[in-house]
């Protein structure tokens, strides 16, 4: 998948990949979007494997899931 395309952004979903609970949190990322984002960072050389992630706007820990994947380490704060 090429980092640099920013179409498709809202495709697929996480039916199957997060408790049924989480989908009431108002404000869930795109499964796909989210994916984009940490490939783009990961392609630049912004975030690496080992690195730390602070997302301040951790919710139902949504950005966690690609951070890891990638091999980073994750913080989430949320209210």
């Not at 494997?49 to 301040?56: C, E, F, K, Q, W």
């Amino acid at each position: 998948m090429n980092a640099d395309i920013w179409t498709g952004c809202y495709d697929g979903g996480w039916k199957g990949e997060i408790v049924a609970d989480a989908f009431a949190h108002p404000a869930k990322f795109s499964r796909a979007l989210i994916r984009r984002i940490y490939d783009h960072f990961f392609a630049e050389g912004w975030i690496a494997a080992g690195d730390s992630v602070l997302d301040p706007f951790g919710g139902v820990a949504l950005g966690g899931l690609d951070a890891m994947r990638l091999g980073c380490h994750w913080v989430g704060c949320e209210l």
